[in-house]
């Protein structure tokens, strides 16, 4: 998933859109309402792209809990984030068997399924590509006309000394 330019803003309920950066704050739009406002450096803002969860192994990311999550439905909803406790962590369970229970609290579920419902419901939920390194081969034309285009030096004649 991408999810550079959606942030979560601590304090602030749902989640914002990064629209343009200004001297003392960055202007962001929220993204249920499309009500714009500022956020200031004194406010803990965090892009979901930076955001992972902790499991026994390594932490992962939030873009593939996403994912994981986009599988198991089929690309549909998940469940609600105002379920039943026990509902909200065997479902999160059998998304991310892995998941750390000792660090990964009840309150931290709800939020990625409630985040998770709403890119779902603005349909923002697009599987990130994998880029393909692009193989260049060097040609022999291609680098005999390069060579040709190339500034060329003059030669200095060695000056013969004068005695």
Same mark, same amino acid.
């Given at each position: $998933? ?11 309920? %749902? ?6 950066? %200004? ?7 929220? $993204? ?9 450096? #004194? ?8 955001? #992972?969860?902790?499991?026994?192994? +390594? +932490?992962?990311?939030?873009? !593939?809990?996403?994912?994981? &999550?986009?599988?198991?439905? #089929? %690309? %549909?909803? =998940? ?5 039943? =406790? ?25 939020? &990625? ?9 603005? +349909? $923002? ?6 880029? !393909?390194?692009?193989?260049?081969? +060097? ?5 005999? !006309?390069?060579?040709? =285009? =190339?500034?060329?030096?003059?030669? #200095? ?7």
């Amino acid at each position: $998933m991408v999810l550079k330019d959606i942030l979560s803003i601590s304090g602030e309920p %749902g989640l914002f859109k990064f629209i343009a950066q %200004g001297k003392n704050a960055i202007i962001v739009e929220h $993204m249920e309402t499309g009500k714009r406002s500022s956020a200031f450096s #004194s406010a803990k803002v965090s892009s979901l792209e930076d955001i #992972s969860v902790f499991t026994d192994n +390594d +932490d992962l990311p939030l873009g !593939k809990v996403f994912d994981r &999550i986009f599988e198991k439905e #089929s %690309g %549909g909803p =998940a469940i609600d984030a105002r379920s039943d =406790a026990e509902k909200l962590k065997g479902y999160f369970e059998e998304v991310i068997p892995e998941y750390s229970r000792d660090r990964v609290y009840l309150s931290d579920i709800k939020k &990625i399924i409630l985040w998770y419902n709403l890119l779902q419901g603005k +349909d $923002m939920l697009v599987k990130e590509e994998p880029e !393909k390194e692009e193989v260049k081969e +060097d040609k022999p034309e291609e680098a005999e !006309k390069l060579a040709e =285009a =190339a500034p060329k030096k003059k030669k #200095s004649s060695p000056k013969a000394k004068q005695g």
